[in-house]
């Protein structure tokens, strides 16, 4: 809902959805605060700021390099517009815009002193990372099992490629025998290629995979039948 047109206008729909999370925060931190297992000393505060400014970087640097990776190849444009957004969107948030990064180098650095804070994945770790591998086969869509079962092996299939074994193996990702993200990467080479040398079908396709989205939203939310 927050990159539709008009969305972060005040009180008009993305705007409100970013106040709803940014209030789910404040009473999340309260009440894990509250917790008295919750060790602030090792674990540090709640959603803070580091962790909400890694988060914001996974829906511009980490997005961006997956666009790469998968054979798009965003403008400088479209980059700088990227990060302009979510730094906004963090702002909303409640995260000071000084520690948002303004560009992918700022993003880069951010990121890799964020990284080297982190411990290793431990068995709390594994246990999120398997729920969210088996998460598709309790999903409203798509609506048939067999479908449900082919996005878990799709899923899997871009964990391998994006993670690499090694990383998929600490996690307790299995390998899939569905190279999803191989048959797409080609896929996209050629469309991309196509494309860019559009402009009217480049806005065709962003049209198109605009409403792809808002039908596969408001599907989960209920809003179709």
């Keep these: 809902d927050i990159t539709g047109r008009r969305a972060l206008e005040r009180f008009d729909v993305g705007f409100k959805h970013i106040f709803k999370i940014r209030l789910l925060h ?4 309260l009440m894990i605060l509250k917790d008295a297992n919750w060790n602030s000393d090792d674990w540090g505060k709640p959603l803070n700021l580091y962790d909400m400014l890694a988060t914001n970087l996974g829906f511009s640097l980490v997005f961006l390099d997956g666009l790469r990776k998968m054979n798009f190849n965003p403008s400088e444009e479209e980059i700088n517009g990227v990060f302009h957004f979510w730094k906004y969107v963090g702002h909303l948030l409640g995260i000071d815009a000084k520690y948002i990064p303004n560009n992918e180098k700022e993003a880069i650095h951010l990121l890799y ?8 994945a431990d068995e709390e770790t594994k246990s999120l990372s398997i729920a969210l591998m088996e998460e598709p086969l309790s999903s409203k ?14 899923h899997l299939s871009y964990n391998n490629y994006f993670l690499g074994k090694d990383d998929c193996k600490t996690l307790g990702l299995r390998t ?4 999803a993200a191989l048959i797409s990467r080609k896929l996209n080479f050629l469309v991309e290629k196509r494309v860019n040398s559009n402009a009217k079908l480049k806005e065709i396709m962003r049209i198109k995979g605009r409403k792809k ?3 596969i939203r408001d599907y989960i939310q209920g809003k179709i039948k």
Excluded: G
């Excluded at 002193?113 to 290793?120: A, G």
């Excluded at 869509?141 to 799709?154: D, F």
């Excluded at 899939?176 to 190279?179: G, K, Q, V, W």
């Design 26 to 29: 404040a009473y999340s931190r």
């Design 113 to 120: 002193c964020w990284s080297i804070s982190q411990l290793d």
């Design 141 to 154: 869509y798509p609506t048939k099992h067999w479908l449900r079962v082919m996005m878990k092996e799709i």
């Design 176 to 179: 899939s025998n569905f190279n």
């Design 213 to 215: 989205q808002e039908f």
